[in-house]
């Protein structure tokens, strides 16, 4: 009789979803990847809720949270991430501003990406990739419509008066 038993909680177990971090990132970047920002916030948003900053999914599930973020809440994204960059510097690489950089420039917001680049060439100055960033934010600021992303440049010395 036991089995029978077991049949109905291993059901109820597996009804109330993934509870996993590393599953959990996974359906947010699932989530990320097809457009709905909002599971995919809320998928990252739990997998964080059962994670330690030392933890090796917490970049990953936090990158993807930031991600999601840009598309609802771009200050809001800027904001936390520059906090979560001097926190976890040391988990950081140059990929991960590219990342956020990226994302806000697909969205055309410029001036939270130049934020994003700026904070990643201090933290990689000699970097070669974050020189590449700098160029592509530096391109995007030219052609976009916007003076505040050029006057922005301009305020933190990456471009001149031409």
């Not at 956020?100 to 130049?114: D, N, P, Q, S």
Request: glycine share 8%; proline share 5%; hydrophobic share 45%.
């Amino acid at each position: 009789m036991r089995p029978a038993f077991l049949a109905p909680v291993l059901l109820l177990a597996l009804a109330c979803g993934p509870s996993d971090p590393r599953t959990l990132t996974d359906a947010g970047a699932s989530a990320l990847a097809s457009g709905d920002s909002t599971k995919a916030l809320a998928s990252f948003e739990e997998a964080l809720a059962g994670l330690k900053p030392t933890d090796a999914e917490y970049v990953r599930a936090s990158m993807g949270r930031f991600q999601a973020l840009v598309r609802s809440e771009p200050e809001r994204a800027r904001d936390e991430f520059l906090a979560f960059a001097k926190v976890q510097a040391a988990s950081l690489a140059e990929s991960h501003y590219g990342i956020l950089v990226g994302e806000f420039l697909r969205r055309g917001r410029t001036v939270e990406a130049i934020d994003v680049m700026d904070a990643g060439v201090k933290a990689f100055p000699n970097s070669e990739a974050m020189l590449a960033i700098r160029k592509r934010v530096e391109e995007q600021a030219r052609s976009s419509k916007d003076p505040a992303s050029m006057q922005k440049l301009k305020g933190l010395g990456y471009v001149g008066d031409k």
